[in-house]
């Protein structure tokens, strides 16, 4: 075991925080968000849209169900670094097939367990998300903090290409097939496809790179802008590749950096958050329904537009047609004379609640009307 070697927490502002090393032993770089569920830190750890980011986990407790095959949303951890307060001494779930730490350790992954996360938590609240090292190399907090000086900044970076997939894939529908979706791989989630399927959705999975071409070539009745990692205000081909689908009046559904990439389509600006939504109990107003939602979120940007008219754009009106409870955060897009709309949060509900399961069925259901 490794929780015995002393580790070190740096932020960007030079504020320190001492622990013991979980995980891999090392040295690991990122930028530094909190996530508020209780439950779920696999699902957590294996989200494309962590990528370079270094997770501090609010809920204490964590490693407690260990680990399995079925709870992964990726091929492998992308976390760049795992801050817990009590990790588990032993794991406890019939599921379960092996250790947290010891998979941490496994893929590499440097963690740091024994901080006040509360502490911390607070303290990127107030200061906001920021770069942040993890060592267990070192116990210098001055050597350390330079080097995170160093490490690249999230605002500005364009990830989506080192999540997506390598070759396209497919993943067919259950039970009869009643429509073809040809889906953007910005750095999906595997429930996506899955929540689909239960539709009767098979579901084209294609490279972050492919063109209108590739994704007409599938057949697709409807196409999928999926969540992922990294500045939407670098993603200019997803977005002029949204334009091109709303010109074809294809029917079109993003979630979460897809909503984002839409969003800009659409003509209007992202903008970094202060620390970002990340958890699985964030309330959402469904404008059209007056319902409110307890939905799961991951994202550090969001998109700036009115929350109460509609908007004139290239493609006709479009309304926001979901908000974030909490700080009035633009939660969903719906356009009015093309088939497509937005949620920022993620109804595959990974780990989460189902309340927002309905929005495949919405889905499905712009697909259906498109083709009749």
Known sequence: MNRRRPAILV??????????????????????????????YQETLTDPSYHRQVVVQTAPHIGNTGVNPEDDESGRIWVAGYVVRDPARIGSNWRATGALEDRLATEGVVGIAGVDTRALTRHLRERGAMRVGVSSLTEDP??????????????????????????????????????????????????????????GVTTHVLP??????????????????????????????????????MRRQIPLFGICFGSQILGRALGFGTYKLGYGHRGINQPV?????????????????????????????????????????????????RAKDVPAFTVQYHPEAAAGPHDADYLFDRFAELIEKKGS
Not at 169 to 178: I, L, S
Not at 185 to 192: A, C, P, S
Not at 217 to 236: C, E, L, Q
């Open 142 to 199: 001055k050597e350390l903090l330079a080097r995170v000086h160093e490490a690249p900044k999230m605002a500005g970076a364009d990830l989506s290409a080192e999540v997506t997939t390598a070759q396209p894939y497919v993943v067919t529908a259950e039970g009869e097939h009643r429509f073809t979706v040809a889906a953007l791989d910005l750095g999906i989630k595997r429930n996506v496809p899955r929540r689909l399927a239960a539709r």
């Open 208 to 245: 972050a790179s492919s063109t209108i071409d590739d994704l007409l070539a599938t057949g697709a009745d409807a196409v999928f802008f999926s969540p992922g990692p990294g500045d939407p205000a670098t993603a200019d081909h997803p977005a002029g590749l949204a334009r091109e689908v």
């Open 285 to 333: 107003l469904d404008q059209s329904t007056g319902k409110v939602e307890v939905t799961s979120h991951n994202h550090g940007f969001a998109v700036d537009a009115p929350l109460n008219q509609v908007i004139d754009t290239d493609f006709g009106g479009v309304e926001v047609s979901h908000v974030c409870l909490n700080d009035n955060v633009v939660e969903g897009l």
């Open 11 to 40: 932020l960007e502002d030079g504020r320190t925080f001492r622990g013991e090393a979980y995980g891999s032993v090392g040295e690991t770089f990122g930028e530094a968000v909190f996530n508020t569920g209780m439950t779920g």
